[in-house]
């Protein structure tokens, strides 16, 4: 499931950024994204995925977003969220395919 970009601030210790992410989900099934008859009508889970990524998101600083460590931490914070937020969506993996910080 492809999800549009995300473009959200950052909050540092005495610093501020921003990071653009594009990220794509790994779905047990199409059908639990709602199919393309949801996605035509603008049904399905997207404002609920959308909102779950900009809460995981808005508790991120730029520094620990620059590290491996840190984006692994997010791509596991993010699973987490939406499988207690969405499980009926059986989200998988999270794959980031855009993944820009500036501090």
Avoid: C, W
């Avoid at 990071?19 to 199919?35: K, P």
């Avoid at 603008?42 to 730029?62: E, Q």
């Avoid at 791509?75 to 989200?91: F, M």
């Amino acid at each position: 499931m492809h999800l549009e970009s995300f473009v959200v601030n950052l909050n540092g210790e005495g610093e501020t950024g921003y990071l653009r992410l594009g990220i794509d989900l790994g779905l047990i099934s199409e059908e639990a994204a709602g199919g393309e008859e949801a996605k035509k009508k603008g049904a399905g889970p997207t404002p609920i995925i959308r909102d779950t990524v900009l809460t995981v998101l808005a508790k991120s600083t730029s520094a620990e977003l620059l590290t491996i460590e840190g984006k692994e931490k997010l791509k596991k914070d993010l699973l987490a969220a939406l499988e207690q937020r969405a499980p009926d969506l059986g989200v998988l993996e999270v794959y980031f395919t855009e993944f820009i910080v500036q501090r």
